[in-house]
């Protein structure tokens, strides 16, 4: 038992990594060559550690270390405390967030997006004292294997001046529907979720309509990130009358939201006019969504994402999963998450097949897709262990790389000069 | 480690207990001689046991039973299929309740009352094995004193026959003050609520302005139980504008509490219109409350009530404590529970008081008073010990009461052959 009785946190260690990306097209333009993380190594008074992984951007990182001084004396199971000192922390850091007037207030979202790389190294370090899996610390979980779906996205064949990678390029229906074809294949996904917001309106239509005659009985989502005005929402989901299973942030903000919720088919889901606790309430009131894509990454940790799912369920609303360009950690995280939901009601979004295998801070091994689904990790904690070399290598191409603060709209006018970002294009 | 693996259930005993109540007089009636509870004791197979408190109603019992038998075979900390093996159990009890059509489904709120019994159970024995209290598995303890208010009551000198309890009568606002001064004497209370709904409201009303006379400083909250149409909740509402804290429930349904919540210049609490999960959606809709008053034995226990804290600061509602006569396993649970909920924004309601100091079935020294707050249990789960003769006194005294079911009209009526249940009354 002494494992138990120290769980006192006693140091974080916070490690930006890089790892390559593929040339992801999207409505702000596209990915650079490498994508970042930051690893959390939670270090407690029993020895043990727990891991987190987070964003990887200059501005998390300074946020990550003021709050990473503030949690050490706290213990991993008094989460209020460690959220509240997270907040402390963020108001001394300058311009924590766009909200705060004076940059000494955080707003809860800003307050979420940095705790929860703690919460989830506490659970992990909890767990691994336990010798129980997270799930069992977040209800138990109800599922042995969490469903993802296909994450397609247009893209070229290379960055330029570079190799071309393994996938190849898709710029159009019969390059969506190949890359459909070999993601299934090799990981047996049941659902599709294209990356839209690209091309014009009705080229992306034609690319989900080529997927549902070919894969008619996959559920299929198309998310354009908000790239479009109401009026061409409601075109697009009414072209996608039958087609699609939900259609994600077809514009931007919560009234748009609505408007557009009352004239198409299918229901609508997002990951962007509703990424923070306040926003749930006006969504709710205008009826703006049917799905909530949650992510733990900014919904305040695990525990936190558990009471998204439970006021999911409460107010009628359907649950799913984003996500954003990971590594083991994360994905070890959102299975844990995923088995202790019941109220998940889709597969989740991954972005894992774009990652090279070879590229990874945990032992591999552990996380491994089958029939579209991850099985859940049973080992204490998240179940998964680093790889210290593993992280020193990715940490050595951070270095290297240069890269400091994703920017998919700079990356493009690099690449070509009269790309602007508009929102909404169409 | 041997316990925390080994924490699967091999047993639940139940025992229902009375205990001794006074007089106190309601909307419906007035409390019988002896309050009902059931005392659960969940065996693992480590040999620790866990403990929760519930409602001791012939029905609840039923229930309890056919859940209790249904989660041998589980692990405490598998708290998602606990609740499904409760639903499943409860399908199987006739007339389960009353949202059934055919008596074989429960509604939410039916599983929530008789799964929080046993998810208590399962955090006291968890607890236990981790050497940590409840609160630990609630996200840690915020305070380490969780207030109570003081729970004033209309009453009689006596039940009917037998010879005055130790508080004597109140029957008027020179009644009421003295029992609250006599409360606040013992046990330092720093809010007060007067249960109403009993008197006409006129006589309530000046009972309140004398509570307000005499200790001007103590928030007041006045509960009618829903006794009042919504022009006479309206009336006393503004009758009574800057002497309460709170109004609780001046009348029945979200509609007529919406209307209330207009005209009416303090803010609205409930137990009564919101009291499951499915009622929070339409009563945020309507505005119809501003404070919810949770209780953990209907809400599906503590981790459910973390959850109505998080949907209630999600959407601007403030929270406190609901509670019926209990024991100190409840106590015990209410303050572990209250010491991890930030959003707790209120003084909870306790019957304490008005239970006999030698009628319990914990031992006795853990929970007291002082300031009008109990310092929160330390010791690992509840942090309060079965006193398993005293348990045996009250099961006797339950056996010989042969009260099998509160109704507090049916005595009411016994008393006084005239007296008929109105709601609303005024």
Redesign the interface.
């Known amino acids: 038992?002494t494992e138990?009785?120290a769980l006192g946190i006693t140091g974080v260690t916070i490690t930006p990594v890089a790892f390559s990306d593929p040339p992801l097209l999207n409505q702000v333009g596209v990915h650079q060559p490498f994508a970042l993380r930051a690893v959390i190594e939670l270090q407690t008074d029993g020895g043990l550690i727990g891991l987190g992984e987070t964003y990887g951007d200059a501005a998390h990182l300074a946020r990550l270390h003021a709050a990473g001084q503030a949690i050490v004396g706290t213990?991993v199971?008094?989460?209020?405390?460690i959220r509240?000192r997270v907040a402390l922390a963020l108001a001394g850091v300058a311009g924590a967030d766009a909200h705060g007037l004076t940059g000494a207030i955080s707003s809860g979202g800003t307050i979420d997006r940095v705790y929860a790389a703690f919460e989830v190294a506490c659970l992990d370090a909890a767990g691994r004292a336990?010798?129980?899996p997270v799930s069992?610390?977040l209800?138990?979980?109800?599922r042995d294997r969490v469903p993802y779906s296909a994450y397609l996205f247009y893209k070229w064949a290379s960055h330029p001046g570079a190799e071309p990678d393994e996938w190849g390029e898709a710029l159009d229906p019969d390059g969506i529907v190949a890359q459909a074809r070999r993601m299934i294949a090799e990981y047996g996904f049941g659902a599709i979720k294209l990356k839209g917001g690209f091309f014009p309106p009705d080229q992306e239509i034609e690319a989900i309509r080529a997927l549902h005659r070919q894969l008619p009985d996959m559920p299929l989502r198309l998310d354009p990130n908000g790239a479009w005005t109401w009026e061409t929402s409601v075109h697009v989901g009414q072209e996608l009358a039958g087609a699609l299973e939900y259609l994600e942030d077809p514009t931007i903000g919560i009234p748009g939201m609505a408007r557009v919720a009352r004239e198409v088919p299918m229901p609508l889901a997002t990951n962007m006019c509703v990424v923070e606790?306040?926003h749930?309430?006006p969504a709710?009131?205008e009826g703006a969504v049917s799905i909530i894509l949650s992510d733990h990454h900014y919904w305040g940790g695990l525990?936190?994402s558990?009471?998204l799912a439970?006021?999911c369920?409460?107010?009628?609303l359907g649950l799913s999963m984003h996500s954003n360009s990971h590594l083991g950690i994360s994905l070890a995280a959102m299975t844990q998450l995923g088995a202790?939901t019941?109220e998940l009601t889709y597969a989740c979004d991954t972005h894992w097949p774009w990652k090279r295998a070879d590229e990874d801070v945990i032992e591999p091994g552990v996380l491994t897709f089958r029939d579209g689904a991850v099985a859940v990790p049973t080992g204490p904690g998240l179940g998964v262990e680093l790889d210290r070399d593993a992280l020193a290598r990715l940490h050595e191409q951070y270095r290297r790389c240069r890269i400091r603060t994703r920017d998919d709209t700079a990356y493009m006018v690099q690449i070509d000069p009269a790309y602007r970002r508009v929102t909404p294009r169409w």
Chains 1, 2 share one sequence.
């Open positions: 038992m138990l009785s213990d199971f008094a989460q209020h405390e509240a336990l010798g129980r069992d610390l209800g138990g979980a109800v606790f306040e749930l309430a709710v009131a525990g936190r558990r009471l439970g006021i369920d409460t107010f009628g202790a019941p």
